[in-house]
């Protein structure tokens, strides 16, 4: 099955405290996302992914940090000076980049972070 | 800036009924917009897109209108179904970082 995914479903942090939460692809897409959205709250994107070993920073990048070593991979660390990380994070990827018609994004099923 | 409207208040409709939900833009003109279901707890998924030189698309019981001259996109949903309820959201596409309006939430009462 081709798809996206997100582990874990929960992830618990504490203060102080760096975690990271995995998003792998095998649609062989070349982009990739991560969102972060909270009650009733729209999606506003973190960082973003054209290619492989290039990211750049979304609207709110600030506290967090990515990495792209594989095409299929995209992990998100959210940092202690992240003051307010508890939300719903979710991953996508799409064939082509924003603003090609191949921008269509599938997303995965999210990882709802709580600060303990 | 560029600015995506979408209503913050819920749509209620009865089964059967049909559902629109309004996408309006500002400061931007996208090439082709996109719509999104997303369902509590999960990730949003695709549901059409279409191109500005298009003025309607359709698939199955949905319909879309793109009005450049309005910066407007209509969504319709025909002979609603409970199972239709959920937050759907407009994505404007062709600028650069891709974004997403806050999404209108459909209650469809049996």
């Known amino acids: 099955d081709g798809g996206i995914t997100q582990s874990p479903k929960y992830l618990f942090r504490k203060e102080g405290q760096n975690v990271t939460l995995s998003c792998e692809q095998n649609l062989n897409h070349d982009a990739m996302y991560w969102y972060r959205q909270d009650p009733g709250q729209g999606l506003r994107l973190i960082y973003y992914s054209q290619i492989v070993n290039d990211f750049q920073k979304g609207d709110i990048a600030e506290g967090y940090s990515v990495s792209r070593e594989k095409k299929e991979s995209f992990p998100l660390t959210v940092t202690s000076a992240q003051k307010n990380p508890t939300a719903f994070y979710l991953c996508?990827?799409?064939?082509?980049?924003?603003?090609?018609?191949?921008?269509?994004?599938?997303f995965g099923p999210g990882t709802r972070l709580l600060v303990l | 800036s560029q600015k995506i409207e979408q209503n913050s208040e819920a749509l209620n409709i009865q089964e059967g009924k049909t559902a629109t939900l309004t996408c309006n833009y500002t400061?931007?003109?996208?090439?082709?917009l996109q719509w999104y279901r997303q369902d509590p707890g999960r990730g949003p998924v695709f549901l059409l897109l279409?191109?500005?030189?298009?003025k309607e698309k359709r698939k199955e019981r949905l319909k879309v209108t793109f009005d450049t001259t309005l910066k407007q996109s209509l969504f319709h949903i025909t002979a609603s179904q409970p199972a239709d309820s959920a937050t759907y959201l407009c994505a404007p596409g062709g600028s650069y970082i891709p974004t997403f309006g806050r999404g209108t939430s459909l209650i469809v009462h049996p």
């Open positions: 279409i191109r500005e030189n298009e």
């Open positions: 996508a990827s799409s064939m082509g980049l924003a603003g090609t018609v191949q921008e269509t994004q599938y």
């Open positions: 400061n931007y003109s996208p090439a082709y």
